[in-house]
Each structure stands twice: as C-alpha cells, then as structure tokens.
C-alpha cells in the first residue's frame, strides 16, 4: 500500500541504517508478536512445548511466508523465529501483543535486526448464513465466510521510526457444513486442526498478502538498483578473460571485508518453482558454475580466477551470485 512518507524521507531514514545491511545481502527483517486482541481470549500457539498467545501465532505465519518473499526477490532477509522467540522469552514479552516502537527496536538491536514487522489483528472471525438454492437440487446450503485481516508497520531499528505500512487480507468460504460456535474457541495456531479449518485458510492467506505487501513496499523504497540475489554475499559485475583463465569481479572489496584467498562460488538461478495452487515459492534451482579465489582486492571491487565446474551450464557473467565459501 503506498500510504507512506514521501519517498526522499524514507530514503533518507532507510540510507541511515541500513547501509552495512545492503552490503552484507539486504536489511534484516523480523517479525514482533502481534496486537491479537479481537481474537478469542484462549485462543494460542503452543511452540516448543510452551504456550504462547495468538498474536505468535500470528507473527509464526508470517514469518513463514516472509521466507518465502526473501528467497524470491532477494531484497531482504528474516530472522529465524527460533532467534526471535528465543529473545522474547528471555525479555519476558512472550505473552504480549503489544509491544511498543521503542521496546521492539531494542529487542531487534538484541536479534540483529535492521526493520521490524509490528501491528495488529484488524478481522478474525467466522460469518454464517443461509442460502435457499433451486427447488429442483432438493437441498439447502450454509455458507460460512471466515475472513483475516492484518496491519503492520515496519519500524527502523536504529531511530524506532516507522518507515512504511503493510496489510494482509485474506478470505475463505463454505457451502454447506455446519460450523458451530464452540468449534471456533481455543484454537492452537500450530495445530493441523486450525491449519485446515476456514479461518486457518483464511490466516495464511492474510500472512501471504501481508508479506507480499512489505516486499512490495521495500522494492518501491529501497529502488532498481539493490540487488535481487538472494542470499548472495556479492554479485558478478565484470568477467575478464586473462590467456585461458577468466576472472569474474565482484562488487564487494576492502570495504566490505574482502581479502586475497578468499574463495567464493559462483552461482546462477536457473528456475523458481511455484505450487500452482497456492503460488507459494518452493524451491529456487541453483547452477554452480564454478569456485573463484580473490587475487586481487581494491576498495570498492576483488576479483580472481575461476575454476569452472565440471559439466558446468555455462560461464560467468554479469549478475551472477557469489556466495563466501571460505575466508582467509
């Protein structure tokens, strides 16, 4: 959603915090346990044997499809929610879905966090009504909408500013089996019963449109030029050829920790492959080209010669991924 301040202020904000972050493979993202208030009181999410309120329940699924997001445009990374839940625990906020800007920044200064996702359930519930079909089927029906909604912020780390907004929404429906009242209480948002229930359904599609939407806002901020790599260390931005040998360059040099011996692989996205139901990404299929060991090191760019894989589809070119394999 493009309800923002003018895009030269978040720049500017974005430019004073996350420098480091885009050099080491794009801003750190996690995700703060959510305002769960307008779901039901007993409602939870039981992970690693402790039970947690829903508004963890809620940040789980969105972390989920964050993941996803991060491995499809390269543009951030998230926090595992391990770290994340692990920190809250030890700063006794488990339980609570209403942290503030201040409190959740120094929690993501703790996790290694550039950015945090925070907000609020805005919709979950259950709407039922009946529908009269044509004498001729013989039958009456139900239907039965559930439908999520989810506001989020992302809040600078550093300076405890929002920099954007997001929103998720999602929606399911039900023709004919009975939902009643009770079924809908106590609900554990780790349970397979909640997963494949309506507003299961509808969650995740909420948590799916949220993360697509902070995507969305962190291209339109962050512009064209930050690298779309996943989780590559550098990217290839020349390729010479020196007698038989060539030798990639990448944008990383001294600056950025570079040192002669390191070694580097050189890798190139093949394909992303979707689930053609959900459009969730599955898999990215990698082709590794080759191992490339720095030789030469300046400021701003190394480079070095590379030895090509065996059967390698092809040799290296500008945009190519370079992950460290190994420091000197």
Not at 155 to 174: F, K, L, N, P, S
């Amino acid at each position: 959603m493009r309800t923002r301040w003018t895009g030269v202020v978040a720049a500017t904000l974005l430019a004073a915090t996350l420098t480091v972050a885009f050099a080491q493979g794009g801003p750190v993202i996690a995700v703060m346990p959510f305002d769960a208030s307008v779901v039901g009181r007993d409602c939870h999410w039981t992970y690693n044997s402790r039970r947690w309120g829903a508004g963890a329940g809620v940040a789980d699924l969105i972390i989920g499809e964050l993941v996803g997001e991060a491995q499809h445009s390269g543009l951030f990374r998230v926090v595992e929610r391990d770290r994340l839940f692990e920190v809250l625990q030890e700063q006794d906020l488990a339980a609570s879905g209403r942290i503030d800007p201040a409190t959740a920044a120094r929690i993501g200064r703790i996790i290694g966090a550039d950015l945090l996702l925070m907000g609020a359930v805005t919709r979950f519930d259950v709407e039922s009504d009946y529908i009269g079909l044509p004498w001729q089927v013989g039958v009456d029906a139900e239907r039965h909408r559930a439908t999520a909604g989810f506001e989020g912020r992302l809040v600078d780390t550093e300076t405890a500013e929002i920099i954007t907004q997001a929103r998720g929404q999602g929606q399911e429906t039900r023709y004919g089996a009975k939902i009643r009242r009770g079924e809908l209480r106590g609900l554990d948002f780790g349970s397979s019963h909640f997963r494949d229930s309506l507003l299961g359904r509808a969650a995740r599609e909420a948590a799916r449109s949220m993360a697509r939407d902070v995507a969305g806002e962190l291209d339109y901020l962050l512009g064209p030029a930050t690298p779309r790599a996943g989780n590559a260390d550098a990217l290839v931005v020349y390729v010479e050829a020196r007698g038989d040998t060539l030798w990639p360059m990448i944008n990383r040099g001294a600056r950025d920790g570079v040192r002669e011996g390191d070694v580097l692989v050189i890798k190139r996205k093949r394909q992303d492959v979707y689930d053609p139901v959900t459009g969730e990404l599955l898999k990215t299929i990698w082709d590794e080209l080759g191992m490339m060991t720095i030789r030469e090191v300046d400021e701003k760019v190394a480079s070095g010669p590379i030895v090509c894989a065996p059967g390698a589809p092809a040799v290296p070119q500008e945009g190519d991924v370079a992950i460290v394999r190994r420091r000197n």
